[in-house]
């Protein structure tokens, strides 16, 4: 119990962090895209605008270094949060198993007990308090693993746009050097 504790704060702490970290990236690429932004803005209004050419590819390489950095970063997140996930379907499986046990528990111990003496009474409120304490943190076990999940498809669908518009800034690029 103490092992699947240790690990539910382990798993807590790998989250915050990823979210926090999920917070900066998506700071980084939305000022990104206002320079990539700004950048066509000055283009359209120079009177000549192959004459900033250069000076756009350069930005627009560099801000597609920068993104495709920051996609490497999450597909690394994404593959430790596959990780997660999986030791979390092995902690479903064992609470499934435990809750189980927990009722076969139940059901043995009110067959088999007739009559109760003290301690065989207090021995059956200590069980009944231990079992309630399991199944609270099986609770929120599960709470976690569904916020987890949550957690997990929001960065993957992040990840999924920003590489659609790291490859559509491309190709954009692609155009105006082969124009």
């Known amino acids: 119990m103490r092992q699947l504790q240790q690990e539910l704060t382990d798993t807590r702490k790998k989250v915050s962090m990823l979210e926090a970290s999920l917070e900066v990236t998506a700071h980084h690429h939305t000022n990104s895209e206002n320079e990539t932004q ?28 920068h993104l495709s950095a920051e996609t490497q970063l999450f597909l690394k997140e994404l ?11 092995t902690l479903e499986e064992e609470k499934k198993k435990l809750e189980e046990e927990v009722v076969n528990l139940r059901r043995h111990l009110e067959m088999n007990t007739v009559e109760r003496s003290p301690v065989e009474q207090y021995k059956r409120e200590t ?3 231990a079992r309630r304490d399991v199944v609270e943190k099986l609770k929120e076990l599960s709470q976690f693993l569904q916020m987890q999940k949550k957690v997990m498809n929001n960065i993957a669908r992040e990840l999924k746009e920003a590489t659609t518009e790291l490859q559509s ?9 082969d124009g």
């Open 127 to 129: 069980e009944e308090r």
């Open 169 to 177: 800034e491309s190709y954009r690029l692609s155009c105006r050097l």
């Open 79 to 89: 593959l430790s949060m596959k990780e997660l996930q999986k030791k979390s379907e």
């Open 38 to 65: 700004e950048s066509e803005r000055r283009s359209h209004q120079a009177a000549n605008p192959n004459a900033d050419l250069p000076a756009k590819v350069k930005s627009t390489s560099s801000v597609l270094l």
